[in-house]
């Protein structure tokens, strides 16, 4: 049977030996897309090879992303089967990008890892807090005294009448 290509969503891993790379993997697939799915068993074009898949190596992986993968996610991995080839399937989600392998940060370019720019990096944890907090609840080093009434006036009004115009849409 085969799966497919790899692609920004997928990675192929002919076995559990090459763990390691798929937490890479992990880490960079939920940094660029939040989902996506990670096959060992799998070759790079996509052919299902088989690997040994017992209820170890299924708790190995699993241990292996709890302690791998920050911060933590909750995988589904389940064990398939090919007509006595057996394989093994991780289903990733998560949203509280960005996501660290061993302290490490990649993003999914095509079908590789990369490892992430500062700049990116900066940019995802702006969002990141962004997300947590909106932006006018930020604490500033600024003193209120540096505030330009007539700007910030000008501004509200300018936001009134946009807030205005999407309710009567």
Known sequence: MNLGQESEF???KKTTSEIKEGMVSIAAILNKHGRGELYFGVGNDGEVTGQDVSEATLR????????SIKPAICPT???LDDGGRGYIRVALSGFEVPYACKGKYYIRVADTDVQMSQEELSRMFLYARAREVPWDQWESSRPVADVDEAELRAISRSEERR???ECRS
């Open 10 to 12: 997928v990675e192929f």
């Open 60 to 67: 190995k992986l699993s241990q292996a992303i709890a302690t």
């Open 77 to 79: 991995i389940e064990a």
């Open 163 to 165: 807030v205005g115009k």
